[in-house]
């Protein structure tokens, strides 16, 4: 039997995005998935568009919560499921078979997979966002992981001043057990639930200092390379990126 795949997406406020998010979910070909949403008691009409599935939907909470990573831990309290991906409100898989084909092609030995994903720029298409482990470029929904790595190295850490707790979680992984897939997961949704403060970068950083992935220095540049990237634009940076890897 193929081993089961939750599929844990956080809501709050979220009736604009939350219905392509649960379509994307349901229309995925692989055939063990267990879906759960996570909904902060939403005051608009968010619950009312997950009840349209509940059929389709393992598990439903709605209730008040500490924020988003609060939210995680939930989802993943509940989740039964031998891997887990973050799905959350407004993000998309990239397309309807990605979860096969990545189940089916798990390297040996592997309990973390990652890709590159998609954002959707402000002409409404789809642009490729390059992922690193070891630069600490990750997004969650872009990562499927086992969840006995919850067990080994604990859950999301809670508190409204961190916007990485995933990260912190992400970078306790061992490499060896890390792997990229070739196929990007998911289109990210810079409008939804998982969209992070302009703080995120140079908080990741300083935990890598810390966590001596990289040296006082290295952080520097990396974030002074980020903001000229950011200047540059998201396509100059993929392609100069792909000039300095042949």
Not at 9 to 20: F, H, Q, R
Not at 66 to 80: E, L, P, R, V, W
Not at 202 to 212: E, G, S
Request: charged content about 25%.
């Amino acid at each position: 039997m193929d081993p089961k795949i939750s599929v844990i997406t956080i809501s709050y406020n979220a009736e604009k995005e939350i219905e392509k998010t649960i379509l994307s979910v349901i229309s995925q070909t692989y055939s063990n998935i267990e879906y759960l949403i996570i909904d902060g008691a939403s005051k608009d009409d968010t619950m009312v568009i997950v009840n349209k599935y509940k059929d389709r939907i393992s598990h439903i909470v709605s209730e008040p919560d500490k924020g988003i990573y609060d939210a995680m831990n939930k989802g993943i309290k509940y989740a039964t499921g031998e891997w887990i991906i973050m799905m959350n409100a407004g993000d998309i898989f990239n397309n309807e078979a990605v979860l096969q084909n990545i189940m089916n092609n798990i390297p040996e030995g592997k309990s973390f997979l990652y890709s590159d994903f998609y954002i959707v720029g402000a002409d409404g298409k789809n642009k490729l966002c390059l992922t690193s482990f070891k630069e600490g470029h990750l997004n969650h929904q872009s990562i499927i992981y086992k969840r006995v790595l919850h067990q080994e190295h604990g859950l999301y850490i809670v508190t409204d001043k961190l916007t990485i707790s995933d990260y912190l979680f992400f970078i306790r992984i061992p490499f060896c057990e890390v792997a990229k897939v070739n196929t990007p997961i998911a289109i990210y949704d810079t409008n939804g639930v998982s969209n992070q403060s302009a703080w995120t970068l140079p908080l990741r950083l300083c935990a890598d200092v810390v966590m001596h992935r990289r040296s006082l220095g290295n952080a520097v540049y990396r974030y002074c390379r980020a903001k000229l990237f950011a200047w540059m634009g998201v396509e100059t940076k993929i392609k100069i990126k792909r000039m300095l890897a042949k």
